[in-house]
T-cell receptor, first 112, second 115 residues
Framework: DQQVKQNSPSLSVQEGRISILNCDYTNSMFDYFLWYKKYPAEGPTFLISISSIKDKNEDGRFTVFLNKSAKHLSLHIVPSQPGDSAVYFCAASSQAGTALIFGKGTTLSVSS | EPEVTQTPSHQVTQMGQEVILRCVPISNHLYFYWYRQILGQKVEFLVSFYNNEISEKSEIFDDQFSVERPDGSNFTLKIRSTKLEDSAMYFC?????????????FGPGTRLTVL
C-alpha cells in the first residue's frame, strides 16, 4: 500500500519560474514530513522538513506547505534554477528515529 | 561538512554468496538506518539501529539480513545468501538524537549486483 504518494512522475519548468511538487499521504499518524533531492548515482540529500504542528516552513528558495486536513504537502521552489533538476522525494515518519516512508519521486527538469 | 560514507561503491557477487556493506555514519549521530532502492522503484526502509540494537525493521529485513556496529565508527549490513532480487542500491543513513524533524542524512550508496 502506498502511504506516501507523488502522483506526478515528472515536472518541467523554465528557469526563474516557480516549481511546485506535490505529495499526498494516507497515514494520519505521520508527524514529520521531509523532502529529499536525488541526483543519479548519489544518495538522497535532505532539503527541508516540516512537523505536523506547522503549516509552512521556509528555507531560502524552498518552502514546504502542509495541509493536514487534506493530508497533502507541497514543495515550492522559487526561483527555479537549472541546478535544481533532479528527482525529488517526499518522505514521512511517525516519530523521530523511525523509518522514513518515501514516495516514488518526481523528476524535475528546469530549462534555461 | 560531516557526511555519511559507504564502501564499496559497487559490489558484484554471485547468487548465494555473502556480502557485507559498510557505512561510516556522521560521528555524533546515534540512530542508524539502512534503505534500499531497486532500479526504478522507490526508496524502501530496511532497518533502524539505536543503542546497539535493532529498533525497527521492515518485512524486507528477513533472516538473511543482519546489521552490526562492530566498533565506534562502522555500521554494517550483511546479506548471508544473496538472491537475484537483492540487486539494488543500498543506502545507509544516520540521524542525531535531537533531530527536530527526524532528518536523516544519507550516504552515496552501494550498488549491489547479484549475478
Amino acid at each position: 500500500d502506498q502511504q506516501v504518494k507523488q502522483n506526478s512522475p515528472s515536472l518541467s519548468v523554465q528557469e526563474g519560474r516557480i516549481s511546485i511538487l506535490n505529495c499526498d499521504y494516507t497515514n494520519s499518524m505521520f508527524d514529520y514530513f521531509l523532502w529529499y533531492k536525488k541526483y543519479p548515482a548519489e544518495g538522497p540529500t535532505f532539503l527541508i522538513s516540516i512537523s505536523s504542528i506547522k503549516d509552512k516552513n521556509e528555507d531560502g528558495r524552498f518552502t514546504v506547505f502542509l495541509n493536514k486536513s487534506a493530508k497533502h504537502l507541497s514543495l515550492h521552489i522559487v526561483p527555479s534554477q537549472p541546478g535544481d533538476s533532479a528527482v525529488y522525494f517526499c518522505a514521512a515518519s511517525s516519530q523521530a528515529g523511525t523509518a522514513l516512508i518515501f514516495g516514488k519521486g518526481t523528476t524535475l527538469s528546469v530549462s534555461s | 561538512e560531516p557526511e555519511v560514507t559507504q564502501t564499496p561503491s559497487h559490489q558484484v557477487t554471485q547468487m548465494g554468496q555473502e556480502v557485507i556493506l559498510r557505512c561510516v555514519p556522521i560521528s555524533n549521530h546515534l540512530y542508524f538506518y539502512w534503505y534500499r532502492q531497486i532500479l526504478g522503484q522507490k526508496v524502501e526502509f530496511l532497518v533502524s539501529f539505536y543503542n546497539n540494537e535493532i529498533s525497527e525493521k521492515s518485512e524486507i529485513f528477513d533472516d538473511q539480513f543482519s546489521v552490526e556496529r562492530p566498533d565506534g565508527s562502522n555500521f554494517t549490513l550483511k546479506i548471508r545468501s544473496t538472491k537475484l532480487e537483492d540487486s539494488a542500491m543500498y543506502f545507509c543513513a544516520s540521524s542525531p538524537t535531537s533531530g527536530i524533524y527526524n532528518e536523516q542524512f544519507f550516504g552515496p550508496g552501494t550498488r549491489l549486483t547479484v549475478l
